[in-house]
Protein backbone atom coordinates (compact mmCIF):
# COMPACT_ATOMS: atom_id res chain seq x y z
CA UNK A 1 0.00 0.00 0.00
CA UNK A 2 1.04 3.62 -0.74
CA UNK A 3 -0.02 7.19 -0.21
CA UNK A 4 -0.81 9.30 -2.93
CA UNK A 5 -2.18 13.22 -2.04
CA UNK A 6 -3.25 15.80 -3.46
CA UNK A 7 -3.38 19.21 -3.30
CA UNK A 8 -6.00 22.25 -4.59
CA UNK A 9 -8.37 25.00 -4.09
CA UNK A 10 -11.62 24.53 -2.97
CA UNK A 11 -14.22 26.33 -1.13
CA UNK A 12 -12.12 29.23 -1.31
CA UNK A 13 -9.69 27.37 0.88
CA UNK A 14 -6.30 25.07 0.52
CA UNK A 15 -7.32 21.19 0.48
CA UNK A 16 -4.96 18.21 0.89
CA UNK A 17 -6.42 15.09 0.21
CA UNK A 18 -4.55 11.78 0.92
CA UNK A 19 -5.43 8.16 0.49
CA UNK A 20 -3.71 5.11 1.11
CA UNK A 21 -3.96 3.11 -1.58
CA UNK A 22 -2.49 -0.29 -3.94
CA UNK A 23 -1.56 1.60 -6.87
CA UNK A 24 -1.73 5.23 -8.30
CA UNK A 25 -4.56 4.45 -10.65
CA UNK A 26 -7.07 3.53 -7.38
CA UNK A 27 -5.41 6.46 -5.61
CA UNK A 28 -5.82 9.12 -8.40
CA UNK A 29 -9.53 7.70 -8.89
CA UNK A 30 -10.82 8.04 -5.04
CA UNK A 31 -8.72 11.41 -4.91
CA UNK A 32 -11.46 12.63 -7.73
CA UNK A 33 -14.33 11.35 -6.04
CA UNK A 34 -13.49 12.83 -2.77
CA UNK A 35 -12.89 16.16 -4.83
CA UNK A 36 -16.24 15.59 -6.38
CA UNK A 37 -18.07 15.54 -3.61
CA UNK A 38 -16.25 18.79 -2.25
CA UNK A 39 -17.39 20.87 -5.35
CA UNK A 40 -20.80 19.24 -5.10
CA UNK A 41 -21.14 20.59 -0.97
CA UNK A 42 -19.75 24.30 -2.33
CA UNK A 43 -22.49 24.66 -4.88
CA UNK A 44 -24.72 24.01 -2.51
CA UNK A 45 -23.56 26.37 0.46
CA UNK A 46 -21.93 29.31 -1.26
CA UNK A 47 -23.01 32.52 -1.13
CA UNK A 48 -20.41 33.22 -4.35
CA UNK A 49 -22.58 31.68 -6.79
CA UNK A 50 -26.58 34.05 -6.57
CA UNK A 51 -28.77 30.81 -7.07
CA UNK A 52 -27.19 28.77 -4.49
CA UNK A 53 -29.59 27.82 -1.63
CA UNK A 54 -27.88 29.87 0.72
CA UNK A 55 -28.41 33.02 -1.25
CA UNK A 56 -31.87 32.59 -1.61
CA UNK A 57 -32.56 32.21 1.82
CA UNK A 58 -30.82 35.17 2.34
CA UNK A 59 -32.32 37.06 -0.38
CA UNK A 60 -36.04 36.27 0.86
CA UNK A 61 -34.69 37.17 4.49
CA UNK A 62 -37.77 39.35 6.35
CA UNK A 63 -39.96 37.99 3.05
CA UNK A 64 -40.71 35.21 2.71
CA UNK A 65 -39.98 30.92 3.76
CA UNK A 66 -37.68 29.11 1.33
CA UNK A 67 -37.73 25.36 0.48
CA UNK A 68 -34.02 23.71 0.71
CA UNK A 69 -32.43 20.30 -0.01
CA UNK A 70 -32.70 17.96 3.30
CA UNK A 71 -28.99 18.29 3.25
CA UNK A 72 -29.04 21.94 3.86
CA UNK A 73 -32.14 21.79 5.86
CA UNK A 74 -29.87 19.55 8.24
CA UNK A 75 -27.20 21.52 7.83
CA UNK A 76 -28.98 24.80 9.54
CA UNK A 77 -30.47 22.85 12.24
CA UNK A 78 -27.41 21.36 13.63
CA UNK A 79 -25.90 24.65 12.87
CA UNK A 80 -28.30 26.32 15.37
CA UNK A 81 -27.92 23.18 17.67
CA UNK A 82 -24.27 24.21 18.24
CA UNK A 83 -25.30 27.88 18.94
CA UNK A 84 -27.89 26.66 21.28
CA UNK A 85 -24.73 24.87 23.52
CA UNK A 86 -22.25 27.33 23.16
CA UNK A 87 -25.17 30.40 23.83
CA UNK A 88 -24.73 32.23 20.67
CA UNK A 89 -21.24 31.87 20.40
CA UNK A 90 -21.36 30.08 17.27
CA UNK A 91 -23.66 31.45 14.89
CA UNK A 92 -24.32 31.00 10.96
CA UNK A 93 -26.26 34.57 11.02
CA UNK A 94 -23.49 36.11 11.47
CA UNK A 95 -23.61 37.17 7.57
CA UNK A 96 -25.32 40.33 8.01
CA UNK A 97 -21.77 42.07 9.17
CA UNK A 98 -20.25 42.88 6.05
CA UNK A 99 -16.89 43.98 4.69
CA UNK A 100 -17.62 47.84 5.89
CA UNK A 101 -17.06 47.06 9.55
CA UNK A 102 -14.63 44.31 9.63
CA UNK A 103 -11.94 44.16 6.59
CA UNK A 104 -9.23 42.09 7.77
CA UNK A 105 -6.51 43.83 5.04
CA UNK A 106 -3.41 46.53 5.98
CA UNK A 107 -5.71 49.60 5.28
CA UNK A 108 -7.42 49.06 8.52
CA UNK A 109 -6.02 51.26 10.95
CA UNK A 110 -8.85 51.63 13.50
CA UNK A 111 -11.69 49.38 15.54
CA UNK A 112 -15.41 50.54 14.47
CA UNK A 113 -16.53 52.13 17.55
CA UNK A 114 -18.47 49.70 19.75
CA UNK A 115 -21.42 51.53 18.72
CA UNK A 116 -21.50 51.27 15.17
CA UNK A 117 -20.66 47.62 15.52
CA UNK A 118 -23.25 46.80 17.72
CA UNK A 119 -25.82 48.25 15.58
CA UNK A 120 -24.36 45.79 12.53
CA UNK A 121 -24.55 42.90 14.53
CA UNK A 122 -27.95 43.44 16.09
CA UNK A 123 -29.01 41.25 13.23
CA UNK A 124 -27.04 37.99 14.15
CA UNK A 125 -29.14 36.06 15.92
CA UNK A 126 -29.92 32.19 15.67
CA UNK A 127 -33.13 32.12 17.15
CA UNK A 128 -34.41 34.18 14.27
CA UNK A 129 -33.85 31.52 11.73
CA UNK A 130 -37.32 29.76 12.11
CA UNK A 131 -37.20 26.38 10.45
CA UNK A 132 -40.44 24.31 9.40
CA UNK A 133 -39.33 20.56 9.53
CA UNK A 134 -42.51 19.53 8.10
CA UNK A 135 -42.51 21.68 4.67
CA UNK A 136 -38.40 21.98 4.82
CA UNK A 137 -38.13 25.55 4.70
CA UNK A 138 -36.30 28.23 6.36
CA UNK A 139 -37.01 31.58 7.17
CA UNK A 140 -34.84 34.10 7.89
CA UNK A 141 -37.22 36.78 10.26
CA UNK A 142 -35.31 40.11 10.11
CA UNK A 143 -34.56 42.12 6.70
CA UNK A 144 -30.88 42.35 6.21
CA UNK A 145 -30.46 38.61 8.04
CA UNK A 146 -27.42 36.68 6.00
CA UNK A 147 -26.40 32.95 6.91
CA UNK A 148 -23.33 31.65 6.21
CA UNK A 149 -21.42 28.51 6.67
CA UNK A 150 -18.04 29.59 6.82
CA UNK A 151 -17.95 28.27 10.47
CA UNK A 152 -19.09 24.86 9.77
CA UNK A 153 -18.70 24.20 5.91
CA UNK A 154 -14.82 22.74 5.82
CA UNK A 155 -15.60 20.48 8.43
CA UNK A 156 -19.01 19.22 7.07
CA UNK A 157 -17.32 18.39 3.89
CA UNK A 158 -13.96 17.16 5.13
CA UNK A 159 -16.21 14.83 6.69
CA UNK A 160 -18.67 13.95 3.70
CA UNK A 161 -15.39 13.47 1.48
CA UNK A 162 -14.14 10.86 4.26
CA UNK A 163 -17.52 9.29 3.91
CA UNK A 164 -17.32 8.94 0.41
CA UNK A 165 -14.15 7.19 0.47
CA UNK A 166 -14.39 4.54 3.29
CA UNK A 167 -17.49 3.45 1.34
CA UNK A 168 -15.90 3.23 -2.13
CA UNK A 169 -13.37 0.78 0.07
CA UNK A 170 -10.61 2.93 1.09
CA UNK A 171 -9.50 1.97 4.10
CA UNK A 172 -7.15 5.27 5.31
CA UNK A 173 -6.49 8.52 4.31
CA UNK A 174 -6.90 12.54 5.75
CA UNK A 175 -8.97 14.86 4.56
CA UNK A 176 -6.72 18.07 4.98
CA UNK A 177 -9.72 21.48 4.95
CA UNK A 178 -6.76 24.38 5.40
CA UNK A 179 -5.96 22.72 8.87
CA UNK A 180 -9.34 21.50 9.86
CA UNK A 181 -8.89 17.64 8.82
CA UNK A 182 -10.21 14.53 8.95
CA UNK A 183 -7.78 11.15 9.35
CA UNK A 184 -8.85 7.39 9.66
CA UNK A 185 -7.18 4.15 9.36
CA UNK A 186 -2.81 3.58 9.88
CA UNK A 187 -0.09 4.66 7.66
CA UNK A 188 1.48 2.54 4.95
CA UNK A 189 4.33 1.84 7.94
CA UNK A 190 1.15 0.70 10.08
CA UNK A 191 1.40 3.46 12.61
CA UNK A 192 -1.47 5.79 13.66
CA UNK A 193 -1.74 9.42 11.37
CA UNK A 194 0.00 12.09 13.58
CA UNK A 195 -0.48 16.16 13.19
CA UNK A 196 1.95 18.52 14.66
CA UNK A 197 0.24 21.57 16.36
CA UNK A 198 0.87 24.76 15.35
CA UNK A 199 3.80 27.12 17.30
CA UNK A 200 1.48 30.57 16.68
CA UNK A 201 4.26 32.72 16.55
CA UNK A 202 5.84 30.23 14.04
CA UNK A 203 2.92 28.79 12.29
CA UNK A 204 5.75 26.54 10.87
CA UNK A 205 7.00 24.89 13.52
CA UNK A 206 5.29 21.94 15.97
CA UNK A 207 5.31 22.67 19.63
CA UNK A 208 3.46 19.35 19.99
CA UNK A 209 2.18 15.77 18.06
CA UNK A 210 -1.28 14.30 18.79
CA UNK A 211 -2.51 10.64 17.20
CA UNK A 212 -5.30 11.63 15.38
CA UNK A 213 -6.19 8.49 13.41
CA UNK A 214 -10.08 7.89 13.32
CA UNK A 215 -10.55 11.36 14.82
CA UNK A 216 -10.91 14.79 13.39
CA UNK A 217 -9.17 18.14 14.44
CA UNK A 218 -9.88 21.86 13.76
CA UNK A 219 -7.88 25.12 14.49
CA UNK A 220 -8.93 28.55 14.45
CA UNK A 221 -6.24 30.80 15.34
CA UNK A 222 -5.56 34.61 14.97
CA UNK A 223 -1.61 34.28 13.44
CA UNK A 224 -3.40 33.57 9.43
CA UNK A 225 -5.73 36.63 9.67
CA UNK A 226 -5.35 39.49 11.97
CA UNK A 227 -5.06 43.70 12.02
CA UNK A 228 -2.34 45.68 14.42
CA UNK A 229 -3.70 48.45 15.58
CA UNK A 230 -2.08 50.66 18.21
CA UNK A 231 1.03 47.70 18.56
CA UNK A 232 -1.79 45.21 19.58
CA UNK A 233 -3.14 42.38 17.19
CA UNK A 234 -6.64 41.86 16.96
CA UNK A 235 -7.87 38.54 15.31
CA UNK A 236 -10.87 37.64 12.20
CA UNK A 237 -12.90 35.92 15.24
CA UNK A 238 -15.42 38.03 15.70
CA UNK A 239 -17.51 38.30 19.13
CA UNK A 240 -21.51 38.06 17.63
CA UNK A 241 -22.38 39.56 20.61
CA UNK A 242 -20.39 43.07 20.30
CA UNK A 243 -19.13 42.75 16.51
CA UNK A 244 -15.62 43.63 18.11
CA UNK A 245 -12.53 41.05 17.54
CA UNK A 246 -12.10 38.84 20.22
CA UNK A 247 -8.04 39.51 22.05
CA UNK A 248 -6.11 37.18 24.29
CA UNK A 249 -6.55 33.69 22.93
CA UNK A 250 -3.80 33.09 19.98
CA UNK A 251 -5.28 29.68 18.93
CA UNK A 252 -7.60 27.04 20.12
CA UNK A 253 -7.38 23.30 18.50
CA UNK A 254 -10.26 21.42 19.00
CA UNK A 255 -10.16 17.08 18.76
CA UNK A 256 -13.22 14.84 18.27
CA UNK A 257 -14.56 12.17 16.21
CA UNK A 258 -16.20 14.69 13.75
CA UNK A 259 -15.02 17.17 11.44
CA UNK A 260 -18.04 19.26 11.21
CA UNK A 261 -17.92 19.22 14.83
CA UNK A 262 -14.67 20.11 15.17
CA UNK A 263 -14.83 23.13 12.43
CA UNK A 264 -17.96 24.78 14.23
CA UNK A 265 -16.74 24.23 18.04
CA UNK A 266 -13.25 26.02 17.26
CA UNK A 267 -14.34 29.47 16.44
CA UNK A 268 -17.16 29.79 20.06
CA UNK A 269 -14.48 28.08 22.24
CA UNK A 270 -12.29 31.29 21.25
CA UNK A 271 -15.19 33.99 21.54
CA UNK A 272 -15.97 32.28 24.77
CA UNK A 273 -12.68 32.85 26.37
CA UNK A 274 -10.59 29.97 28.16
CA UNK A 275 -12.38 29.20 31.36
CA UNK A 276 -15.87 29.08 30.08
CA UNK A 277 -14.78 27.51 26.77
CA UNK A 278 -12.35 24.64 28.52
CA UNK A 279 -15.60 24.12 31.00
CA UNK A 280 -18.00 23.62 28.21
CA UNK A 281 -15.77 21.06 26.52
CA UNK A 282 -15.21 18.96 29.52
CA UNK A 283 -18.96 18.70 29.70
CA UNK A 284 -19.17 17.04 25.59
CA UNK A 285 -18.24 13.56 25.78
CA UNK A 286 -15.40 12.84 23.33
CA UNK A 287 -14.32 16.39 22.71
CA UNK A 288 -10.97 17.73 23.72
CA UNK A 289 -8.84 21.11 23.66
CA UNK A 290 -5.49 23.02 23.26
CA UNK A 291 -6.10 26.93 24.17
CA UNK A 292 -2.92 28.84 23.71
CA UNK A 293 -2.95 32.54 24.91
CA UNK A 294 -1.46 35.95 24.03
CA UNK A 295 1.77 35.00 26.33
CA UNK A 296 1.99 31.75 24.99
CA UNK A 297 0.66 29.68 27.91
CA UNK A 298 -0.89 26.07 26.80
CA UNK A 299 -4.43 25.11 28.71
CA UNK A 300 -6.41 21.75 27.38
CA UNK A 301 -9.00 20.13 28.50
CA UNK A 302 -9.08 16.98 30.67
CA UNK A 303 -7.98 14.09 29.49
CA UNK A 304 -5.11 15.37 26.44
CA UNK A 305 -1.62 13.96 26.38
CA UNK A 306 0.22 15.85 25.04
CA UNK A 307 3.37 14.37 23.21
Given at each position: MQKFSQSLKLMGNNFTITVVAENNNIGTENINLAVAEIKRIEQLFTTFKP????????????????????????LIERSIGISKITQGAFDISYG??????????????????????RKMVHLIDYRNIILDKQ??????????MRIGFGG???????????????DN??????????????????QPNGKPWTIGIANPDFPQAAFSYLEI????????????????????????????????????IKSVTIISENA???????????????????????????LHAIIIDDNNKIYTSKNINLK
Open positions: DSQTNLINENAGITAVKVDSEVFNSIDKTLWNFDKSMTKLPDAETANRTVFLKEKGIGKGYSAEMAKKILVGISSGIINASGDLSAWGLSNKAVATSGNYEKYVKIGGKKYSHTIDPKTGLPITGEFADAMATPIAVMGISAGLFLIDQIAD
